[in-house]
């Protein structure tokens, strides 16, 4: 796969999405990387816009899901339905078998429905009544949500926010691009005419080839000194797991590899450590009086104070 496709994947989903660039590149780190990533701000930022676009630039089966308080784990995993004519049950797949999942507003769904999905990201598989049927790479659950301060929302748990590589944000787009949206509504017009300009094959080769990259020991050292730092750190009630360190060092040769290195630089790792963990942690400023920005800030101290490798 060559950094031309690359590019390509890139511009196409540019010409729909307008907003920040690095969303567009959070997104598909996450997609080299066999991750999934969950997109979260305030409604009409084009959440759904983005995930959209990246579906349609690839060339494999897409399913969208509008998580509602109503929803069942049988309409998001399949059921097994009676055939007469056989006299046996036969599963129907719900719309999890897909390559790439929009999960549309997944906090607004209950618990129970979130965690239906948790067997399938973790594992790439999905057992109904005692079966277990394999999804089909690549397999990539993009979710967006609102912020928890929106009316009708449920939490996600824990374990299913570590199951995400990546969570981003993607913010108002700049004046100028925002201009665009509005004389051109390219969510409406650009993303219905929007062509894939890689197959899914193409992307198993590029999942393929993401843990060859190499990773210098510093490299290794440094993850594990900011994995470390959060552990210890007095403003944090959780750290970073082992789980989430094999994250970033996932994620970090995932853009290496998307910018066309073979090597991961301190900079891949810095770029994506608030990426990464801020939604793996827990600090207490946020325990205490809910403020959503605290894990941030403090992430950011400890990748200052944290001597990275030359």
Do not use: W
């Amino acid at each position: 796969m060559s950094n031309q496709a690359i590019e390509r994947l890139r511009d196409n989903i540019r010409t729909v999405f307008l907003g920040h660039p690095r969303a567009v590149d959070l997104l598909l780190t996450g997609l080299v990387a066999r991750g999934h990533v969950l997109i979260e701000d305030v409604p009409g930022v084009g959440k759904t816009v983005l995930a959209r676009s990246l579906a349609k630039s690839i060339r494999c089966n897409f399913s969208r899901i509008q998580l509602t308080p109503d929803l069942l784990p049988g309409d998001v995993l399949g059921v097994s339905v009676f055939d007469a004519k056989t006299s046996q049950f036969e599963f129907k797949p719900g719309p999890v078998f897909a390559n790439i999942i929009l999960a549309d507003e997944i906090n607004r769904t209950t618990p129970r429905t979130q965690s239906a999905l948790l067997e399938a990201m973790a594992e790439e598989q999905v057992s109904v009544e005692n079966r277990t049927y394999p999804l089909q790479r690549p397999f990539m659950v993009v979710a967006t949500q609102n912020p928890f301060e929106f009316e009708g929302t449920y939490h996600l748990p824990e374990n299913q926010l570590d199951r995400f590589l990546l969570r981003i944000s993607v913010g108002y787009p700049e004046r100028a691009n925002e201009h665009r949206i509005l004389t051109t509504q390219p969510g409406r017009n650009v993303l219905e005419r929007l062509e894939p300009v890689m197959s899914g094959q193409d992307v198993i080769e590029l999942q393929d080839r993401s843990p060859a990259v190499k990773l210098d020991p510093t490299i290794v050292d440094f993850i594990l000194d900011l994995v470390n730092a959060t552990r210890e750190s007095d403003d944090l009630h959780l750290g970073v797991s082992p789980r989430g360190a094999l994250a970033l060092t996932q994620a970090a040769q995932a853009s290496a590899l998307l910018n066309g290195r073979d090597f991961v630089t301190p900079d891949d790792v810095k770029g994506l450590f608030i990426s990464v963990c801020a939604h793996r942690v827990i600090s207490k400023t946020y325990l205490h009086n809910g403020d959503s920005n605290a894990t941030e800030r403090v992430l950011q101290g400890i990748l200052d104070r944290t001597a990275s490798p030359r």
